[in-house]
């Protein structure tokens, strides 16, 4: 790690002016971004060469409670936030009195994560269609987990129900953990979840498809493109999760801000992100944006919520 580290700019090597960093986690231990988080603070840590980083689950809200304490958080550079970028698009919609994205200030993202379609192991359907048939013939809704209220996966399960024009209920976990649980133990039909952040359950559960052109992976769920199994089109409908930092730690700290921002772009060339990411097998999902093309996917992605925010409710 040390040779990889010798490799990067003398200027995102400098010690960082704050020794000990905290981290909120606006989600329950054990869903997909409380694991990815935590290897990405011992990543910044080592490249800002502060105390390993203090971290804090505070779920609830669909993450508004996270938010807001980052919000009133100190604005030096002490305080990060790790987050879904499609919740911060929902609670733009959805909690606008209390919540405006222009709050927040990206420092970049990490990995995108896909949402993929679940099923019980031993269900009864094996393929899409036979599910959305049974969906359509059943006298009850069938009911579908997905890990919080204005998750990405919230909507498009509603995108899902009403294009295939099926009887859908959404149940709302507080967490990834749970939701996934839920479909696995068979409390629930069916299970919208981002991709890696759902191999927990991967021995339990069969991915009847991918909402994106491919699976990236191989040897996990190879689940097929629902393009290539459904009747009707779906968007793409994947996750990029990223770090961000009040937007007035980027106003009154820019060096500070500065520095986070390089040490994210640094953060996937340093060995030991390496060699976590791959034992958690999160290395087909790796992918990097900066903190332009954070603020551009929350613009494209609001159109489409633009379009599903009235039956979100249902």
């Not at 995102?12 to 000990?20: C, G, L, S």
């Not at 929902?90 to 970049?108: C, H, M, R, T, Y």
Request: glycine share 6%; net charge positive; proline share 9%.
């Amino acid at each position: 790690a040390a040779m990889g580290m010798g490799m990067m700019p003398r200027d995102a090597m400098a010690n960082y002016p704050i020794k000990q960093m905290e981290t909120l986690i606006p989600f329950a231990p054990g869903g997909g971004t409380d694991r990815s988080a935590r290897f990405v603070a011992e990543a910044l840590a080592n490249i800002l060469k502060t105390n390993p980083f203090q971290l804090k689950n505070m779920p609830g809200a669909g993450s508004l409670i996270a938010q807001k304490a980052l919000n009133k958080g100190p604005s030096d550079g002490s305080l990060t936030l790790v987050t879904p970028i499609p919740h911060v698009a929902w609670l733009d919609v959805l909690k606008p009195k209390e919540f405006n994205s222009k709050q927040i200030a990206w420092l970049g993202s990490y990995f995108t994560d896909p949402n993929v379609f679940l099923v019980k192991k031993d269900s009864p359907y094996k393929t899409m269609d036979e599910f959305l048939d049974a969906a359509r013939k059943s006298k009850r809704p069938f009911t579908a987990s997905v890990s919080s209220p204005m998750s990405a996966a919230h909507a498009a399960t509603v995108i899902l129900r009403e294009r295939a024009n099926i009887q859908l209920k959404v149940v709302p976990f507080k967490g990834g953990g749970p939701a996934r649980n839920a479909v696995a133990g068979g409390q629930v039909d069916c299970c919208m979840a981002p991709y890696w952040s759902a191999t927990n359950v991967l021995s339990l559960t069969r991915a009847l498809c991918i909402f994106a052109p491919k699976d990236p992976s191989k040897g996990l769920w190879d689940a097929p493109p629902a393009k290539d199994v459904l009747k009707f089109q779906m968007p793409d409908l994947s996750e990029p999760y990223a770090i961000c930092v009040s937007a007035e730690t980027k106003a009154k700290s820019p060096a500070n801000y500065a520095q986070l921002v390089k040490a994210v772009a640094e953060m996937p060339k340093l060995p030991s992100f390496k060699a976590d990411a791959e034992k958690q097998k999160l290395t087909p999902f790796l992918e990097a944006m900066s903190p332009e093309q954070c603020t551009a996917f929350i613009a494209d992605y609001l159109k489409l919520l633009d379009s599903i925010k009235d039956s979100m409710a249902a």
